[in-house]
Nanobody, 118 residues
Framework: QVQLVESGGGLVQAGGSLRLSCAASGSIFSIKVMAWYRQAPGKQRELVASITNGAGTDYADSVKGRFTVSRDNIKNTMYLHMNSLKPEDTAVYYC????????????WGQGTQVTVSS
């Protein structure tokens, strides 16, 4: 049984930093892509950053230069380093992994709340 567990969310003042973690566990054969999404109240879920197993990265324009995604392939863990946080970054942040535990499938974590106060 595959699980994705996010951690590291919390309350921070504008201009501050947080680091989110997403740990994948279970009978995993391979992870192709891992990604962070976020969903603010009343808004659609949006892609924040993604990283492939070859360490290729992609970012939403709104976070470029402020957020950095990284990955530890040995630990099956992804990180999101968030700097210069803004109130508009407030959202529930979700981890997604495209992985194989048999067939390829998208797995999601339960989400972690990030709140940035002005």
């Amino acid at each position: 049984q595959v699980q994705l567990v996010e951690s590291g969310g919390g309350l921070v003042q504008a201009g501050g930093s947080l680091r989110l973690s997403c740990a994948a566990s279970g009978s995993i054969f391979s992870i192709k892509v891992m990604a962070w999404y976020r969903q603010a109240p009343g808004k659609q879920r949006e892609l924040v950053a993604s990283i492939t197993n070859g360490a290729g990265t992609d970012y939403a324009d709104s976070v470029k230069g402020r957020f950095t995604v990284s990955r530890d392939n040995i630990k099956n863990t992804m990180y999101l380093h968030m700097n210069s946080l803004k109130p508009e970054d407030t959202a529930v942040y979700y981890c997604k992994a495209v992985l194989s535990a048999g067939p390829w499938y998208d797995y999601w974590g339960q989400g972690t709340q990030v709140t940035v106060s002005s």
